[in-house]
């Protein structure tokens, strides 16, 4: 019975303890649990406007300042200024130090230099005297007068002894037949020029022989090449040359070549050959080559040349010297011969050549050709190939040239003798060749250069044109005659007036250029007299500047506030040196600052500042003048130009703000409350809910887009009304569902 | 008898050791949860996720002291992360929200207000920082890197005590180096105390990374953070690892950095920490986070030697109840049972047959 009693009272004790907790946690469960809650801070949604403000801070500056200079190189004796002292125009700045300065010295000296250089150069002027040419024009003049006046006697008498003559007729006459006879003249000098530069064009075929025997030199040295010359088709013995005639196109075989024995196989033009090619083809055997064999046709053997003298260029009057001359080009045939002749020994007249020469193959007769005419026409057979070619020699320009038949034989018979020996080098006709008759070639040139220089002018143009010229000066001497030797006198005395009127011009034009360069000289003299001067009144301007005056003061030339002194007492400030600056308030003041480009966009030029550090004195308005690029960071910042008014001085460090017109918005909440995530920016407002212990505040995520902002406030768009309260800070990290409590 | 009464002794004693052990060991995971969840700069990947359906990595570089990066090898990097989300197909819908990032370096200045100046250790700061680390603002607003001025600075507590004597500081001049700038807000500290203890360099201010290289010219970063979406695992730290101009410094993934795996990996780095060699001074949050790490690790390990006890206990519980759990099962449980059973439907057949013999109590 005691145990069940003791048993009841415990439980009755659980129970009491348990309801007065349970009575005390119901009670207090509002405060723990808010206690337990993350404390948050809250701002209420407003409208408001948001204003982008840019912030700087500058130097104030005076828009103008005035820079006072050392008008000489002098020591400073004392300095009456400070920096940022207020000075009037007038008040004195500096105190030099007596004494001259070097300026002054230098000044001196250069003024002294300038007037003794002006002495110098007024001292050399030159001076022109122009009495000994003109009485030397005067006595031309007078000599002119007298001439003129023999002239006119001359004339008298020539009329007096020839009464009744037309003396203009004779004038005119004479006048004219003088001209003729310049013109007959003029005519013989340009006849013999002509003639002249023909001869220098017959100078070149005489080249063209040096290059023959250049080339024959070569075959000399080419003996084996020369054998294969005798491979010649069948009956081949030689080659020859002739001259085509237009007037009866036949061949005419050379002399020492016995027509009975040749016929013409081909032909080959030298013009073409000369278009073709500038040297002769090259043989297989290995020879420079006068000849090109072909490999058909039968081969004849121990055909004989023809006779050739070869000794007799050796028997002329080859001279045995050996500077025969030697041309050094090669046997280029540039020009097709203009003349072709044929070499006949006999004394019938050779057609007149007209085409080129025509160097053509011939070869002996076939057997079966009994005969072969001395004149053959030419027509080369289709069925027969030639054999050889020969480039060969012509020597036809005689003909054009006004040689004399003596003269051209004398050519003709000279180059037929060496085309012989070149026929027989060609042929094979001569295989010992020796140095002697390459030497005898080579008289043989020099023989035909000698006749051509030998060769006088006896061109018939040049005996027809003196021939003029004597019949000219014959027609005047005939008019001279008819007049007598009064018209010799009136001549005379003409030419003497001539002679004194050109002599008089001259003198009168020469004095006329004397006197015009002299003027110039004079004037440029003059000239640097004037400078001079100039200088020297410079000179004593400054002179008198350094000096002038003795003013040992420097005073200044505005009022204003000093800005800066450069100079302490003792120092020797150099001349135009600064020595203080003075600012000059009356154009107001200035200040800039550099602001990034997004920063100077968000402002326009007008706008006013407001200054932020500086809180005493009155008021002091900036308002922005312009927007220049920063030349520091042209890329990144523009420079802020402000005009500052107001109670300020130079040199303050002033922060200016300045915000462009401000724009109101509906939703506007503090920077602080504005949260972002991966979805964007939200705020986090205030959700109240009533309980039975009072109301409950949950955080609730808003998402919202921001418009504007600057430095406290951003103005957004959201599901946010006037009033609302948004979380700005908390003392836990909450999220979006969290309760919360508040701080007040 | 008394051999009774002494093995009962000694049991109950084992089982109340293996007992107490193991409330230590949920004590010990409970307080390892505690401190993984208290460092709030640690979990910015999972504040900016939100309700997002997209993961998110958040990943540290730090730079050692002797290199280098400038804010423009960070814009450099920041093209490149957009080409990883580009190349990753992560930009159908644009790269906001995709990533954040934020970079600081940590001076020295001198503040000077209207009553009084002192040195102040400066954190100079840039892109998003303040939503890595969102200290609590006792007034004004954090700035950002679309203001559009860079001239206003954090205070913390200390300093505007200092300086103002006051936290209300908001629009309030104050002047860095000399140079005007503007009290965006005070800032309370971080009160953890980790943090706390982390943070040695006395009373600061926060300023923009901008005006901190106009002031000292020194455009060095220390530190740069990033989260990044995540597209698949490891995404994040490979990007910085390719992309980031580390110059020898050192990535740290710290999403999932107190998680078991990380911390069991962390175990055998617990004493090569005291070794150094790679130049970098970390930041304040960082030394925060790895002193935690450190506490964590140190946590498992005693948590493992707790739960060693009671799970060795439990075991021999298994092992003899499996050897003699049958024979007890049908000596004894199941043949009380059948006989409970049968004296229950004796008893109930007894009652039925008096009730129809009318011998019912009732």
Known sequence: MENSVKSRGWVKNAAIIFLSVLLVLTFFSNTIMNRSLPEVATANVTSDAITARVRG????????????????????????????????????????????????????????????????????????????????????????????????????????????????????????RTMALN??????????????????????????????VKLLQKNIDRKSSLTVTKKVPVGASTVAFWSDTSMDGVIHLPSFMPAANYRIVALADMEEQQGEGQTPPEQPGGGNMLLTTQPEGTQGEGQNPPETPVTEPQQTEAPQQTEAPQQTEAPQQTEAPQQTEQPQPTTEPTPEPTTPVVIVVVTTPEPT????????????????????TVTYIQDFYIEDKGLTDGEKELIRDRLDKYNREVFNLITGGETEIGANKMQALENEIYNTRQALESLSMTDPRVSQAEAAVDAAQAELDAITNLLGGYAADYNAAKQAYEDAKKTRETLETNLNNSMISNSKSAA????????????????????????????????????????????????????????????????GYALSFSATNEQARRLRVGDTATVTNYYWGSEIKATLESIRTDPKNPQTNKLLNFTVTGDVNPGSELTLSVGSKSQNYDIVVPNSSIRTDANGSFVLAIEAKNSPLGNRYYATRVDVTVLASDDINSAVTGDLGFGDFVITTSSRPIKSGDMVRMAN | MRIGRYNF????????????MFILALVCILVINALAHRLDCQRTAEHWQGESKESFSQISCFIPAASSV????????????????????????????????????EGKVKLSSSRASTDASAVAVDGEFFTFHRLRLLSGSYFRESDLMKDKVLLDEEIAWMLYGGTELEGMAIQVNGQDFLVGGVVEREQDAESRRAYTAGAGVYMSYDAYVKLTG???????????????????????????????GEVVVNTGRFTLPRLISHIPKLGDRAIQSNGIRYPYWENAARIV??????????????????????????????????????????????????????????????KRQGRHDA
């Open chain 2, 70 to 105: 400038t804010r423009n090898e960070i814009y450099g990097f920041r093209y490149k992360v957009l080409d990883a989300l580009h190349t990753a197909a992560l930009d159908a819908d644009g790269t906001d929200g995709l990533w954040v990032d934020a970079w600081s370096r």
């Open chain 2, 218 to 248: 020194d455009d060095r970063v220390d530190c740069y953070e990033l989260v990044l979406a995540e597209p698949v695992k490891g995404f994040a730290k490979q990007t910085a690892e390719s992309s980031f101009p580390l110059k020898g």
């Open chain 2, 293 to 354: 790490e450190d506490r964590c690790s140190i946590l498992l390990i005693v948590t493992v030697v707790f739960l060693l006890l009671p799970l060795i206990t439990a075991a021999v519980f298994i092992v003899q109840l499996l050897r003699y759990g049958s024979e007890i099962l049908t000596e004894s449980v199941l043949l009380r049972i059948a006989e409970d059973a049968r004296e229950a439907i004796r008893v109930r057949q007894r009652r039925r047959w008096e």
């Open chain 1, 369 to 388: 050709a009994t005969e072969t005419p001395p004149v053959v026409t030419i027509a080369p057979t289709e069925t027969e190939t030639p054999t050889t």
């Open chain 1, 524 to 587: 440029g003299t003059s000239l640097t007299l004037q400078d001079l001067a100039y200088q020297i009144e410079k000179a004593k301007k400054d002179l008198e500047e350094l000096s002038g005056g003795e003013q040992n003061q420097i005073i200044a030339p505005v009022g204003g506030i000093i800005d800066a002194v450069n100079y302490t007492a003792g120092s020797t400030p150099e001349k135009d040196q600064i020595l203080c600056t003075i600012e000059v308030p009356d154009l």
């Open chain 1, 57 to 176: 801070t500058g130097t104030v500056t005076a828009q103008a300042s005035y820079q006072v200079k050392a008008p000489t190189t002098r020591k400073i004796q004392s300095v009456m200024i400070r920096s940022g002292q207020e000075v009037s125009q007038g008040d004195v700045l500096f105190i030099l130090s007596d004494g001259d300065s070097a300026e002054l010295d230098a000044a001196s000296e250069t003024l002294r230099k300038l007037q003794l250089s002006y002495d110098q150069t007024a001292v050399s002027l030159p001076s022109f005297d122009y009495t000994a040419d003109r009485k030397n024009i005067d006595r031309a003049k007078q000599a002119e007068r007298d001439a003129q006046a023999a002239m006119q006697k001359a004339l008298d008498n020539l009329a007096n002894s020839k009464e009744g003559a037309d003396m203009a007729f004779y004038e005119s006459e004479l006048q004219a």
């Open chain 1, 183 to 212: 013109k007959a003249m003029a005519a013989l000098e340009e006849t013999k020029a002509t003639v002249a530069r023909e001869r220098e064009a017959a100078w070149g075929d005489v080249t063209e022989l040096n290059a023959w």
């Open chain 2, 9 to 20: 002794t000694k049991r109950a004693i084992w089982h109340c050791c293996c007992i107490l």
